[in-house]
């Protein structure tokens, strides 16, 4: 069966994003893009909450095509355009290449979804992660840890009743400080 894993990047004080939805303080260099060109490359699809999904299909869909775009980037793009992609939003009325548009959280949708054939599924998206944590839908997190303190923005976990424990299957810090973690959600 696919495992759903929550795919983030998170400052080292715990915030997704910054105020006005920042993201400029992300390291991203070659050695950080191809790693998660990699992990997107094995997986048999992406599922986004809408804002996650409009950031994407913003500037994914074509970057490729400016010619000052570097070769990590473009390969991204490719990557991207050609995997399929479940975003959901109860407003959302058209979406792009290769994405279907889902209206709820629905768990046996989503378990179903999970026996389907291909590769893993990757999560994108504090609110959405939220509520899939919530409804123990998520079996495994990866979170790129940025090495700067932003202050204030979006939490990337919110606040809770339920305990969640964590077994660490990996790590890895990138030459620019960057670390990843991977971790079980423990059942």
Wanted: proline residues 5%; glycine residues 10%; charged residues 25%.
């Amino acid at each position: 069966m696919r495992k759903i894993v929550l795919m983030m990047s998170v400052s080292l004080d715990g915030y997704m994003e910054g105020p006005d939805q920042d993201i400029s303080w992300h390291r991203v260099d070659d050695e950080v893009h191809r790693s998660a060109n990699d992990a997107v490359r094995d997986l048999g699809g992406l599922l986004f909450g809408r804002v996650t999904y409009d950031l994407m299909e913003g500037f994914w869909p074509t970057a490729d095509e400016d010619p000052d775009v570097d070769p990590v980037m473009a390969d991204f793009a490719r990557i991207y355009r050609e995997i399929p992609k479940y975003v959901y939003s109860r407003t959302l009325r058209e979406s792009g290449r290769n994405t279907t548009i889902v209206r709820d959280v629905v768990p046996e949708e989503v378990r179903a979804l999970k026996e389907q054939p291909g590769g893993d599924l990757g999560l994108g998206g504090a609110d959405l992660g939220a509520v899939f944590l919530e409804q123990g839908l998520v079996d495994e997190i990866r979170l790129y840890v940025h090495p700067v303190l932003i202050g204030r923005g979006k939490p990337m976990f919110r606040e809770g009743d339920a305990t969640i424990p964590l077994t660490l299957i990996g790590s890895r810090t990138f030459g620019n400080g960057v670390t990843l973690l991977h971790y079980a959600v423990d059942a």
